[in-house]
């Protein structure tokens, strides 16, 4: 099992986002977290990257249990996270915000790993100098997610990445998805939009107010009439 959560809890103050999550993503396999606005999708996410407030009873990638480490020691173990909104540096160039996620100092490996992304992303590549902040929501949303894999990572989490792009952009992304998981990674993808998610995915797991409703693979769960009425508005 590439990577493995177990009752994970995120809560803010008072309030209780994620309430004993479990779930597991295999080496190549995409996995979708579906749920509506505010359902834990997120806090998830933050919860495994460590980057809020949170307490598991196991996190582990390839075995390694991490279930204690912050945040750059599991970046460093092969978590890596694609947030919600992008946030990529608009001042700085394209190339510069790709590197960024690289953790090491190794250069040659540094410009070897970037390649690879700009090989994916040709529209990068091409803009390469630019500054990010003049680029389509769409290409920046590749820069995010070309820094996210700029990291090695072995589980790869995407939050939104999909919200608001035109769908062009849409089956572009959900093609780069499949291609990093075919490649090996475990990805796990958070999405109000049930639909690309599902396209993507292997299996998923939905979420309602910080709990898992429903595991199930991808096929069941988009034949699903709770799935398509609560998510797909069919
Ligand atoms: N920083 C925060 N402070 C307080 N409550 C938050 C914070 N972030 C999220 N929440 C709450 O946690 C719940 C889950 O939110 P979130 O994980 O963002 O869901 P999703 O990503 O599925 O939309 C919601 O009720 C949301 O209002
Ligand atoms: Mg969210």
Same mark, same amino acid.
């Not at 103050?13 to 606005?37: M, P, Q, R, Y």
């Not at 992303?121 to 949303?141: D, K, M, T």
């Given at each position: ?9 995120? *809560? ?61 020691? *599991? ?23 790709v ?15 970037r390649?690879a992304m700009f090989?994916r992303?040709?529209?990068? *590549? ?20 070309a ?63 910080? *709990? ?23």
């Open positions: 099992m590439s990577f493995e959560l177990e009752r994970l809890q995120v *809560r803010y103050g008072a309030v209780t986002a994620v309430d004993g999550v479990s779930l597991h993503v295999k080496a190549g396999e995409v996995v979708a977290l579906i749920g509506a606005n505010g359902a834990g999708k997120s806090s998830i996410l933050k919860g495994v990257m460590a980057l809020t407030s949170h307490t598991a009873a196991r996190v582990a990638v390839e075995g390694r249990a991490l279930t204690n480490a912050g945040t750059r020691t *599991r970046l460093l173990a092969g978590i890596s996270l694609s947030p919600e909104g992008r946030h990529v540096f608009p001042q700085l160039s394209v190339r510069e915000n590197d960024l996620g690289y953790p090491g100092r190794d250069a040659v490996e540094r410009r070897a790993r390649e090989d992303f040709p529209r990068l *590549r091409e803009r390469e100098a630019q500054a990010a902040g003049s680029l389509s929501g769409g290409e920046q949303q590749m820069l995010a997610i820094r996210a894999v700029m990291a090695g990572p072995r589980l790869l989490m995407l939050d939104e990445p999909t919200l608001g792009l035109a769908p062009i952009v849409v089956r572009e992304l959900a093609a780069a998805i499949l291609h990093f998981a075919r490649s090996g990674i475990a990805v796990l993808l958070a999405e109000q939009n049930a639909e690309m998610a599902l396209s993507v995915a292997d299996r998923g797991y939905v979420l309602q107010s910080g *709990r898992v409703v429903t595991e199930a693979s991808a096929r069941e769960l988009r034949a699903s009439d709770e799935v398509r009425s609560a998510f797909m508005g069919m």
